[in-house]
């Protein structure tokens, strides 16, 4: 079947934009994540979705960064005015909750 | 909160020989734990996991162990192949809630 989704691939900002980055999880799928991360390094924890929990936004780094997920399904994180340092490739990540956690294959941001 | 520590960083194999991961873990409530290769320019792919109830777990040329007193589990990969070549993390969660990943190794299997 289908397996998680991300868009875009790519993309390339000014510095003071905002962006909008895209997850469809699997289908049926009650939990969302993302993920952050740097070039050669591990993964960060970003932001975390649960049914219909409010959401734990505990490694968001700043209050630049937003996320939201409509109808349970796809989720949205929101970078407004990017700075360079928020260059990184960004992951997402969707379970069941009895399985383990199945990754997009993320959005290459570079914000110039 | 759990807090994963990975070693090697980087770790350079001959084909054919085998490759050695440890992870140690901090929450001794954590119970599953699972293994992610990622290859360039993709995202990370489970390739073996274990649960808290198992001490040992061997999927062909992959296993994993885990010592559930000291806290750390292991991913071994033997006769490695250059295909093996990859980035590696470990992660450990409660119940795949709050799932913490190890800051990654790089496999180099040479030809």
């Known amino acids: 079947g289908a397996g998680v989704s991300q868009s875009p691939s790519n993309k390339v900002t000014e510095k003071g934009k905002d962006v909008e980055l895209r997850c469809d999880p699997i289908?049926?799928?009650?939990?969302l994540y993302w993920y952050r991360q740097s070039l050669g390094q591990g993964l960060e924890f970003l932001i975390y979705?649960?049914?219909?929990?409010?959401?734990?936004k505990s490694g968001l780094p700043s209050d630049r960064f937003s996320a939201e997920r409509t109808g349970g399904s796809v989720s949205t994180l929101t970078i407004q005015r990017t700075q360079q340092e928020d260059s990184a490739v960004y992951l997402c990540?969707?379970?069941?909750?009895?399985?383990?956690?199945?990754f997009g294959p993320g959005t290459r941001l570079l914000v110039l | 909160g759990e807090n994963v520590e990975q070693h090697p960083s980087t770790l350079s194999v001959q084909e054919g020989d085998s490759a050695v991961i440890k992870c140690t873990y901090s929450?001794?409530?954590?119970?599953?734990f699972p293994w992610y290769k990622q290859e360039l320019g993709k995202g990370p792919q489970l390739i073996i996991d274990?649960?808290?109830?198992?001490g040992e777990k061997k999927d062909q040329r992959i296993a994993v162990t885990l010592n559930k007193t000291a806290k750390h589990f292991s991913l071994h990969i033997t006769e490695t192949q250059p295909e093996d070549s990859a980035v590696y993390f470990c992660?450990?969660?409660?119940?795949?809630?709050?799932?913490?990943f190890g800051a990654g190794t790089r496999l180099t299997v040479k030809p």
């Open positions: 274990i649960r808290s109830n198992v």
């Open positions: 992660a450990a969660s409660r119940n795949n809630n709050d799932m913490r």
């Open positions: 289908s049926g799928h009650t939990a």
């Open positions: 929450d001794s409530a954590s119970n599953y």
């Open positions: 979705f649960q049914g219909n929990s409010a959401p734990d």
């Open positions: 990540a969707s379970t069941s909750g009895v399985e383990t956690q199945y």
